[in-house]
């Protein structure tokens, strides 16, 4: 794909993000557009998004376990980049009508780094050696494409489906914990709603920021000191509206809630 029509397409998502309405997929009217393509059209939108003076504060993977594959019809996990203006405290009220279009709500284990990570070649002791603290984490993903009708270029073109996220206020070293163990349960408005395992995500979350790592080494993308890292849904997606309350607890780790508004 030529480099001025990447642009018009990552114009064309970030405009749709701004003006928070929904486009239609990319693979309909690209029907040759590859996954290189997708990252290079996502790093236009990404660079709008710098230009607006927001900064990249890490990376997320997407896509990983089998309920959320089933639920999009994409069987490979995708991935994005997170910035400063994503990021909610735990307990924040979110604003729907200002910065959604339709949102899904996914718990996840959230990574923060305290040494660089620079792939291919990442291993999960690479990724643990790496790692200073784990979390539980909200994340409200958020596709620009009509519908969710989605195929993996468009949601990698479409910067991964990131919408918001919400850090939990408690975190723990990963070293006291066994991963794919861990367990996490799911509350909608103060009623039990799903489950997951660590396992769930490629089979264990290390495994899964290790492939982040590979791949975006593969493009020159390091992991940074300080990141934080997103390692995918425990369970499927959560479609929320304004006045739900999202909460989840994970054993040993803690717990995240957000409210929409």
């Known amino acids: 794909m030529k480099a001025n029509h990447i642009e018009t397409l990552g114009d ?6 701004r003006g928070q309405y929904t486009l239609a997929p990319l693979t309909e009217r690209e029907p040759d557009i590859t ?15 710098l230009a607006d003076g927001e900064v990249v504060t ?3 993977i997407g896509v990983t376990s089998a309920p959320v594959q089933e639920m999009l019809g994409v069987f490979q996990p995708d991935f994005g980049f997170l910035t400063d203006a994503m990021v909610f405290a735990d307990g924040a009220d979110i604003s729907i009508a200002d910065c959604m279009i339709q949102p899904r709500a996914e718990g996840e284990i959230a990574f923060r780094l305290k040494h660089d ?5 990442i291993t999960e002791q690479d990724v643990l050696d790496a790692t200073e603290t784990i979390m539980p984490c909200f994340e409200i993903v958020d596709s620009r494409i009509r519908d969710w009708n989605i195929k993996i270029e468009d949601t990698v073109a479409d910067n991964a489906s990131c919408g918001v996220y919400v850090l939990g206020s ?3 070293d990963p070293r006291d914990v066994d991963l794919p163990a861990l367990h996490m349960t799911i509350s909608r408005n103060g009623e039990f709603h799903s489950e997951g ?10 495994t899964a920021v290790a492939w982040l790592a590979n ?6 993308i390091p992991f940074l000191a300080g990141e934080v890292i997103l390692s995918g849904s425990l369970a499927p997606l959560i479609p ?21 508004v």
Do not use: W
């Open 12 to 17: 064309e998502l970030y405009e749709a993000l």
């Open 197 to 206: 395992l660590g396992s769930a995500v490629q089979g264990n979350p290390l």
């Open 117 to 121: 990570l620079v792939g291919p070649g």
């Open 240 to 260: 929320v509206v304004a006045g739900d309350r999202m909460s989840l607890e994970i054993a040993g780790i803690g717990g995240c809630s957000c409210n929409f």
């Open 58 to 60: 890490g990376k997320k």
């Open 35 to 49: 996954i290189d393509d997708a990252y290079h059209i996502s790093l236009r939108m990404l660079q709008r998004r």
């Open 170 to 172: 408690t975190e723990v």
């Open 215 to 220: 791949t975006l080494g593969q493009f020159d």
